[in-house]
């Protein structure tokens, strides 16, 4: 019994001490600040058109359905309230940090898989600079930088999808869906909509590091970290977010 | 970074063990080799040849014995005073470890910008470059600075690692298997370039191979700087004793001597690596 739970565990214990390290590192010099900026770059920049899109579509999607079973009770005037609260609450962060997840921890796994295997990593360490610090903390600050702002893009764009439908196959006036969409919200929401990503882009960054870092067996083993990192990062994003969740509901 | 005191060993292991899960991969080795020191390491794959470099190297903990680099026991070090010794060592990964996402000027220039000993004390950028430019004149691939490290042949990354080792002139070298998946005339490129680098600088290299040829050149030629050829050694000197012959087999040094007594092994798994 206890052998079924050790390799778990383990894996468990390996995470937390890389967690514990990178966060030290972000303190510590050397700070690589030109890593940061490229990651931005990569996985901010990167993932806008993708998230945008994403996100308008979401706002659609919520609209069309919300709109059609609010008009059965005569309450078409509530679709701006709901979009708003279930895509800045729920669904902005988490639909934005699953699209990052399958884009960024797979690509950051397989970058750092395929140096691991190709002994860049031992490279890295035998000429004077600690790996964690150089790939891993500069991928954390850069994840955590980016996904709450691509969030932010995304539920604005949602609550605009959600005014499409809303105007042009529901004929509510525009006042009438931002108002209320608008004066919804209050602070709980916002910051709840906002801890979410920066809890997501840790999670992701720090899942597909740890994934990458410990391949091996040659390009196989990159194909097998790829599709771990972003297996678990999915699922932990969908555990966390319950957790969170929890949390702003009490408050 | 000052010369210490008793620094004449340059690297010794003493009763090293370590294994990975249930396999061994080094069974009480213990050695020791001055400056201007030549060790071939020959031995089947995965017979602990790689791991013996990572432990001098401090990449990998051995699990007992003691490592002692420069004189110093460095078998408990942090990795932050592990960089200090690593800058006085050189390293050729076996497949060159060159870093993708850099050209071949920066992967070069890498060790001079990031090794915390080296950066104090070479500053300027010029100085880099000059540096840089050097080592790659070394390994004739001065023409190469610009290029990545996918637009190279196999025998080119290999001596633009040699040329990313010995930039920061180490008085150690590790080279892992430097020959290895290169044709012959390539192979002998790079062997006469880790000779030339020895005898100029009288570094100590270790120099793992599985090619007996590698271990032949290194023991019996030597560079000549008059002419910039490499030749064979006269016979009278004494440089047998400067190079010695390791054979490694499921993690043990299973044979350490000279040329001469590589070549009178009687031991079926010794004499694969005599000829």
Redesign the interface.
């Known amino acids: 019994m206890l052998d079924i739970l050790k390799t778990p565990v383990e894996t468990f214990q390996d995470f937390i001490v890389l967690t514990g390290r990178a966060f030290k590192n972000i303190f510590r010099s050397p700070h690589y600040v030109d890593d940061i900026l490229i990651q931005m770059d990569t996985i901010g920049v990167g993932s806008l058109p993708i998230v945008m899109l994403i996100g308008l579509f979401s706002g659609l999607i919520m609209g069309n359905q919300m709109a059609r079973a609010l008009r059965t009770y005569g309450a078409q005037g509530q679709i701006g309230p709901i979009v708003s609260i279930t895509i800045i609450r729920e669904l902005g962060p988490v639909l934005v940090a699953l699209l990052v997840a399958g884009r960024n921890a797979s690509g950051i796994a397989s970058e750092l898989g395929?140096?691991k295997v190709?002994?860049?990593i031992?490279?890295?360490?035998?000429?004077?600079?600690?790996p964690i610090q150089k790939l891993v903390t500069p991928r954390l600050i850069a994840t955590a930088i980016t996904l709450p702002l691509l969030t932010v893009i995304a539920d604005y764009l949602g609550l605009l999808g959600g005014f499409l439908i809303a105007r042009f196959m529901f004929d509510i006036r525009s006042a009438q869906y931002w108002t209320p969409a608008w004066q919804t919200l209050v602070y709980n929401d916002v910051v709840q909509g906002l801890v979410k990503p920066l809890a997501f882009a840790i999670l992701i960054a720090l899942v597909g590091c740890f994934y990458g870092m410990r391949t091996s067996g040659g390009t196989e083993g990159v194909g097998r970290a790829t599709t771990k990192a972003v297996v678990w990062s999915s699922i932990w994003i969908f555990i966390v977010t319950y957790f969170i969740g929890n949390i702003f509901v009490n408050l | 970074m000052p010369e210490t005191q008793g620094e004449s060993t340059v690297l010794e292991f003493r009763d090293i063990s370590l294994r990975f899960g249930s396999e061994i991969a080094l069974d009480h080795v213990s050695f020791a080799m001055s400056a201007g020191d030549s060790r071939i390491v020959f031995g089947v794959a995965g017979s602990g040849k790689t791991t013996l470099l990572k432990v001098a190297l401090g990449l990998v903990k051995p699990d007992s014995g003691r490592v002692y680099v420069f004189g110093q026991d460095a078998t408990d070090l942090k990795e932050t005073a592990w960089f200090h010794l690593r800058a006085r060592m050189g390293i050729l990964f076996q497949e060159g470890g060159l870093f993708d996402s850099m050209n071949i000027a920066e992967n070069v220039a890498y060790p001079l910008i990031n090794q915390p000993a080296l950066r104090e004390r070479i500053g300027q950028n010029g100085a880099v470059d000059e540096r840089v430019r050097e080592a790659l004149r070394f390994v004739e691939l001065e023409h190469t600075l610009d290029k990545f490290p996918s637009e190279l042949s196999g025998g080119m990354r290999r001596r633009v690692g040699i040329a990313r080792a010995i930039v920061t002139e180490p008085p150690l070298l590790l080279y892992d298997s430097p020959t290895a998946g290169l044709d012959p005339i390539t192979a002998n490129t790079i062997i006469n370039l880790i000779i030339k680098e020895r005898d100029l600088r009288d570094a100590a290299s270790i120099l793992v191979t599985h090619r007996f040829q590698d271990g032949h050149l290194m023991a019996d030629f030597r560079y000549n700087p008059d002419n910039g050829q490499i030749e064979k050694m006269p016979l009278k000197e004494d440089n047998q004793v400067k190079t010695k012959f390791f054979v490694m087999n499921g993690g043990r040094l299973v044979f350490v001597g000279t040329r001469a007594e590589l070549r009178a092994s009687t031991d079926p798994y010794v004499m694969k690596f005599a000829k």
């Open positions: 395929s140096m190709t002994e860049q031992d490279a890295m360490r035998a000429l004077g600079t600690d």
